[in-house]
């Protein structure tokens, strides 16, 4: 038996709508966590950093949260190249966003969706101010400032064992030719001075960034990452020359060649803690020392120390190689994400983060002492002294360079596969070929 | 976060939901159809929104990333063939392409002659002792291709000459009375990748194992028997009689493997990053899109896989149907 048609019709008609208010109740459920540009008194801020550093920022935030009446949810991510632009071009972009490299940043302000943070009513030239010289430039382009530090790292930190290193009467070097010096005598004395891995390549263009920044100074520094000097310019070529002269001949590094390629960054200090030190000195940013063994750890002041990696003569600028973390946002319109941004581009934010020793303040006022130890306080005021802020260029160049060719070329280099010249020239000639290609 | 969870739930009845509905309703519908028609429109009722849904998911996304090949790295400018130039002049990508190629060759083949050794060998073991065997050797399966990459870095793992060699494969050089080597980056006759190889030849093998074990099983006995009575020796019997029967799952579990090791990614990027030279397609890929951000010559780079699998599908597809038509 049939029913009549118009009864049949009817039932589709409703199931039909049915179906629809269900679909679209489905997708409301599904994107309201996102969170929209503005508005409902709610700040999401995606960022890459998590562990030590995200439980301190979570309690400084609340800080910020209470004070300024904003409910503010951070949301960590360990593929924040992946997840960030997907977010933005869905249209589902977070308040804020912390950066860990500017690269990303500036890709996105040249497809137009980060915002000029002065157009959202930012204090721009106070926290330019503020911060560490240099640093906002960074974060600058054309003249219009697109980010603005949440944190700061040095790289230029040479670190050794103190109690061994000055028991065997080992000084911190000045210069590059005391450098060269006492890496001849640590050497003399049947140790190899240094420990170093080039991991996938950064560690690698960090030592030359170093010498770049120093034989070149930041102006020459600034070009080479602009690429308005080649990448095989005699500039280069001499700061990678310098690095050769302290790590790569004979017995310079424990472990030899094959340590070089082999050690990763987190085991490559490995040698300053045997006892006696296989190794005693290892260049790395403030950041390794939460990779050191947990009994140092436990009294960094005690069991080590670090100096400048020195400028080239002694008297020379003091040069600090380092990076940080960016705050951008999205919407101008969105005045509690400003607010928010206003808060913690402040000296008198990260009075949690700084007791965990994972997270530097870029904020030069910032009270040294609320730091976990007094190595980290060293290491803070080491930055804000600097006389010249090289922020690392790798980073800044274009990814198929800095993260690419760049890495790549390091490894084979400082691993023996390839000579200097060959591969600055490959590097240089995949650079003109993408700008060729552009 | 209950927020978060009772989002998620009613997401999932949400979307269960609905597809019940919709079957439900294009069901009502077809049902007020007239029978001749109701019986044509049927079978599509139901398999019509699978085939829309690979369409969306699956061939709309293929045919844009042909697309995207011909234009520039962030998609707005057409380039002709220009990715594709670059790629052939490439050295950094031939390398790659021929470790892809090795990859495909070395893997598949041992995985599949390792699996049949196994299931011939075990086979001839007590009832109790094939289990044992088989279980252990499948086990592999169950770990994922990060973490084997993980416990295999420990096996290849280099410690400086003089100290405690971790790496178990370095300890047994150390004790022979040789020098630690580090394994991974040894670019001699390709032995860095034929290290990262047998990673996923030892996850794979129990799968060829279980396949092809039950395959044998299946040959008739009397077909052997017939073989033994009219003389041949185990040998002859093995390759006359047991394999012509089995060639049909062994063939399936090569083209299997096979296209799972076109993809292979993981072990590669968790171990050597594609350094010295071990990169393979996928690996580069992911590498140029989410590193580089360069979508045109990522697209060209998997449109080339594409390319190179399709002669794979079509020999697979093509014998399944003539094994169908010989049933």
Redesign the interface.
Known sequence: M?RS?AI?LG??AA??A??AT??A??DG??G??GGGGGGGGTVEIVGAFSGEQQTGFEEDIAQVSEDLGIDIEYVSTNQF??VL?SRVAGGNAPDIAIFPQPGLLK?LVAQGEIVALADAGVDVDAITSASVPGLVDTATVDGTVYGVPYSVNGKSLVWYPSPQFEDAGYEAATSYQGLVDLTDQIKADGTAPWCFGVD??WPGTDWLEEFVLREGGPEVYQQWIAHEIPFNDPVIVKAAEDVAGLLLADGNV???Q??I??NTFDVADD?LWTDPP?CYMHKQGNFITSFFPEDVQADLTANTNFFRLPPIEEGDPAPMLGGGDYMAMFDTENADAAAVIEAIASPDFGANSAQTGAWLSPYVDFDKSLYANETLANVADLIYTSEVFGFDASDQM???IG??AFW?GM?EWM?GQKDLNTVLDEIEQQWA?LEA?? | MTFKILNALLAIIAGIGVSLALYWVLNFVVERLPEKWEARLKPWVFIGPAILLIAVILIYPAIRTIILSFFNRSGDTFVGLENYANLATDTAFYTTLVNTLLWIIVVPVSAVILGLLVAILADRLAPRGEKITKSMIFMPMAISMVGASTIWGMIYDWNPPGTDQIGILNAIVVALGGEPQVWLQIQTLKLNSLLLMVILIWLQVGYAMVLISSAIKGVPEETVEAARIDGANEVQAFFRIIVPQIWGTVTTVFVTILIGVMKVFDIVYVTTNGLYGTNVIANDFFVTLFQFYDSGRASAIVVILLIAVIPVMIYQVRRFRAEEAMK
Request: hydrophobic content about 25%; some cysteine; proline content about 5%.
């Open positions: 049939r048609k049949s039932a589709i199931a039909t049915l179906v269900a679909c109740g489905g459920g599904g309201s966590t190249e992946v632009p890709d996938v390549g424990y472990g030899g094959q340590g390629t082999a040698g296989s274009p990814g198929q993260n690419g790549t490894v691993g070929d290609s552009q």
